[in-house]
């Protein structure tokens, strides 16, 4: 049997709510000890290990049509932050987090990545890696011979290419034309 319980507190008092209907056709019953309180009734157990003693004399239950309203006489006017104490855990070391080895993760895709692509594609990313694993001169050799040639040459020779304007070499089959202006 599923029954909520909700408590609240004065100076003086802690007053527990059991929300059962007919309590006194459902056989219920209430233990007061100092530290405990037990509640049962048909189908149902209610088993409190108190945070704060309780004076067992001056506490009290009555039952009413919708509810078990047991009050505990405070032996301290200490606010409680709890109504039941806590079982202590003990904590277990913490784990280190795993540390990922990012610059491997990134060469493991990019080796993924480079025997997936396929025609242009892995040509692009042939030129890529040649321009980013270069030295400034071989950049400034590719970069000369592509923009002034149109896009129909490209050259890693900085000796070659910096005397002169490269000239348009169109594939084979091909014409090269100028842009109308």
Do not use: C
Not at 44 to 54: A, N, R, V
Not at 61 to 86: C, D, M, Q, Y
Not at 131 to 154: C, D, H, I, R, W
Request: hydrophobic share 35%; charged share 30%; no cysteine.
């Amino acid at each position: 049997m599923s029954v909520r319980h909700d408590w609240y507190q004065s100076e003086t008092k802690v007053v527990i709510t059991v929300l059962l209907k007919n309590a006194a056709d459902k056989n219920y019953a209430v233990e007061i000890s100092q530290n405990r309180v037990h509640m049962t009734a048909d189908g149902y157990e209610l088993d409190l290990k108190l945070l704060h003693p309780i004076v067992v004399e001056r506490s009290s239950h009555k039952a009413f049509p919708s509810k078990v309203e047991i009050t505990l006489a405070k032996e301290t006017g200490v606010r409680w932050e709890n109504l039941e104490e806590k079982s202590v855990v003990v904590a277990a070391a913490p784990v280190k987090p795993k540390t990922k080895n990012w610059d491997q993760l990134v060469s493991e895709e990019e080796k993924i990545d480079e025997k997936e692509a396929k025609g242009e594609t892995a040509l692009n990313n042939l030129f890529k890696k040649i321009y980013s694993t270069s030295s400034p001169e071989v950049q400034k050799a590719m970069n000369k011979s592509f923009s002034e040639s149109g896009g129909t040459v490209l050259s890693t020779n900085w000796s070659e290419v910096g005397k002169e304007k490269v000239t348009v070499k169109p594939p084979d089959g091909t014409e090269f034309r100028e842009w109308e202006k």
